[in-house]
């Protein structure tokens, strides 16, 4: 079988997500399609706006084939340890042989120049990074003008600073660095920017989907923008008085943990040079978490990066250690959903890879990554209390 991997977090599934998924499967030929996808908490460092359950749901019914779970520490990191996280499990599990992402730029050999340079630094490429270190510009600054300065390129700063290209290039980075058979391939990106906020076309964003939810809890208003699949789980859930869920929800429980002093800083990556003490500081003046968040953000801390690191807080990953999280002998595969051709493609995983496959977790289990899952899920059902804190536990994967 010819196997193709996306990558996605579906919060919600709409209309680009499915032209993503059928552009999958007509550029690549598939005879399936395995997805990794983000599980209760997403890249941006917000609250998936529902369960990870519901949202595998969708993408079975939209035509995916095989859900495997992102371990919440991946889905929770910088771009490079989320695209590292995904391609290791689509390179582990044996059965992947393409992935295709979307991109602003729609074009791979583009991306594979610049991933080709950042994976295999050459000591000019080195010289020139630290040269403009020592003239007070950030790394991410520095990178890109050494790219530029390296490939001749002018043009790299509009790929550079689209964060889909930037994910794209991660991506291939990852297939690069495991030595990995899987070819990347990318399709052009339709439609709204992934942060506009308004609906405005076919394919408007998640952003404004979610946005739209949240200030009109309207599912009618959405039947434009998302396939009926979804608009029918949506409705279900609002019928079923299902809380949809979102970022500022968590403030309350962030602010407590800031002001009682009960966080290992030590344990986040991305807190440093003094973070801890002006986020300490400015809880104390802030009223909401967009606030806070306005208040502390910098040119080195970004609005998303801060939002990571908050979520992070909220789920206690502080309490867990980083080497023991990254370690790729915890990596698994966590199986969310399948339909019939799924099961095929779960049949040739169990004879090809080298990661263990879950469809049950069992409570006596001894994997640092997969407890900070089953801790995510806890602190999920804090925010929704139709959400099981053991279902991790309980549920089986959905079958259709």
Not at 74 to 103: R, T
Not at 277 to 297: A, C, G, H, T, V
């Amino acid at each position: 079988m010819n196997i193709t991997g996306i990558i996605t977090e579906y919060n919600p599934f709409h209309n680009g997500h499915l032209y993503h998924l059928n552009s999958a499967k007509k550029n690549t030929e598939a005879h399936g399609i395995v997805c990794i996808m983000s599980g209760n908490f997403v890249q941006r460092g917000e609250p998936a706006i529902i369960d990870k359950w519901k949202r595998a749901e969708m993408a079975l019914l939209n035509g995916v084939d095989l859900v495997l779970e992102l371990p919440t520490f991946y889905a929770l990191s910088s771009a490079e340890f989320f695209a590292k996280g995904s391609v290791s499990i689509l390179n582990s599990i044996g059965v992947v042989d393409n992935l295709f992402f979307g991109s602003e730029c729609g074009d791979v050999n583009s991306l594979y120049r610049i991933a080709k340079i950042l994976t295999f630094e050459s000591e000019e490429f080195k010289e020139i990074i630290k040269k403009n270190l020592g003239k007070g510009v950030t790394y991410a600054k520095a990178r890109e003008i050494a790219l530029i300065e390296t490939l001749k390129d002018e043009s790299l700063n509009t790929i550079l600073s689209s964060s889909n290209n930037i994910l794209g290039i991660e991506y291939i980075k990852a297939i690069l660095k495991l030595n990995s058979h899987i070819k990347p391939m990318t399709l052009k990106r339709e439609g709204s920017n992934y942060n506009d906020n308004e609906l405005n076309s076919i394919f408007s964003s998640a952003t404004s989907i979610r946005k739209n939810l949240k200030d009109c809890n309207s599912i009618k208003n959405l039947e434009n923008y998302m396939p009926k699949p979804s608009i029918d789980i949506l409705t279900n859930l609002k019928n079923n008085k299902y809380p949809f869920v979102f970022s500022e929800d968590m403030y309350s429980f962030i602010k407590y943990k800031l002001l009682t002093n009960c966080i290992n800083f030590n344990n986040i990556l991305e807190v440093k040079e003094g973070l801890d003490n002006k986020l300490i500081k400015e809880i104390y003046n802030s009223q909401s978490l967009e606030e806070f968040i306005l208040n502390i953000k910098s040119k080195r801390y970004t609005y998303t990066k801060i939002s990571r690191i908050l979520a992070q807080i909220f789920i206690s990953l502080d309490n867990y250690d980083f080497n023991s999280l990254i370690d790729e002998n915890n990596l698994y595969a966590r199986v969310l959903a399948f339909n019939d051709k799924g099961k095929l493609i779960l049949k040739e995983m169990k004879k090809k890879s080298t990661i263990p496959i879950i469809t049950k977790v069992q409570k006596n289990h001894n994997n640092p990554l997969l407890s900070l899952d089953i801790q995510s899920s806890k602190a999920y059902s804090i925010l929704n209390n139709k959400y099981n804190p053991l279902s991790d536990f309980l549920n089986s994967p959905i079958i259709k």
